[in-house]
């Protein structure tokens, strides 16, 4: 049982912006880092921002993370095809001493 | 290049064990936390397990504490998952994950991921 919420889709179509969101509680998301993890169709996840809003090396800048309070989101501007995805969030939590992910937010590109 | 190579699924009966391993490579494995993630046919992605870069500290999620044992082998670059009295729910892929930092807790992002292994718990 996932305690981090997100949307269980977003469509939207070559180029626009769209946005996911991840909400937590105090334990979790407002109290630690958020990480976010693109699985592309059949594939393993990869990392995709970690610390809230840091891109690794290599990860297009059309990727982007904020957090405030208990929710953190995601922003995908200038959206691909290559993009059509499963995005997950991810934090400690220190209530249940371990790490948590969202319940993932399938991306459509129309 | 970091590597990391699951190895150990398979088909197993509820109420059987099964060990899963995670050879890892192209990093020096003893100073990082190293962390297991499964994935249910169609579901999204559960953390497992933890273990500190020593493997001093381990972590658990409720859902396997008590059945699953987390351990390394620094000496040969390896993690474990031994997975005892499993049940039909635990079957999924399971990932190993290296951890950012040498501590399990906390503050760790997991990068990269290997390729999974599939463990299937049925009758």
């Known amino acids: 049982q996932s305690v981090l919420t997100q949307p269980p889709s977003v469509s939207e179509a070559p180029r626009q912006r769209v946005t996911i969101s991840c909400s937590g509680s105090s334990s979790n998301i407002g109290n630690n880092a958020v990480n976010w993890y693109q699985q592309l169709p059949g594939k393993a996840p990869k990392l995709l921002i970690y610390?809230?809003?840091l891109l690794p090396s290599g990860v297009s800048d059309r990727f982007s993370g904020s957090k405030s309070g208990t929710s953190a989101s995601l922003a995908i501007s200038g959206l691909q095809s290559e993009d059509e995805a499963d995005y997950y969030c991810a934090a400690w939590d220190d209530s249940l001493n371990g790490y948590v992910f969202g319940t993932g937010t399938k991306v459509t590109v129309l | 290049e970091v590597q990391l190579v699951e190895s150990g699924g398979g088909l197993v009966q509820p109420g059987g064990s099964l060990r899963l391993s995670c050879a890892a490579s192209?990093?020096?494995?003893?100073?990082?936390?190293m962390s297991w993630v499964r994935q249910a046919p169609g579901k999204g992605l559960e953390w497992v397990s933890a273990i500190s870069g020593s493997g001093g500290s381990t972590y658990y999620a409720d859902s396997v504490k008590g059945r699953f044992t987390i351990s390394r082998d620094n000496s040969k670059n390896t993690l474990y998952l031994q997975m005892n009295s499993l049940r039909a729910e635990d079957t999924a892929v399971y990932y190993c994950a290296k951890c950012s930092t040498m501590v399990a807790a906390s503050y760790n992002w997991f990068d990269p991921w290997g390729q999974g292994t599939l463990v299937t718990v049925s009758s």
């Open positions: 610390y809230d809003d």
């Open positions: 192209g990093f020096t494995f003893s100073s990082y936390a």
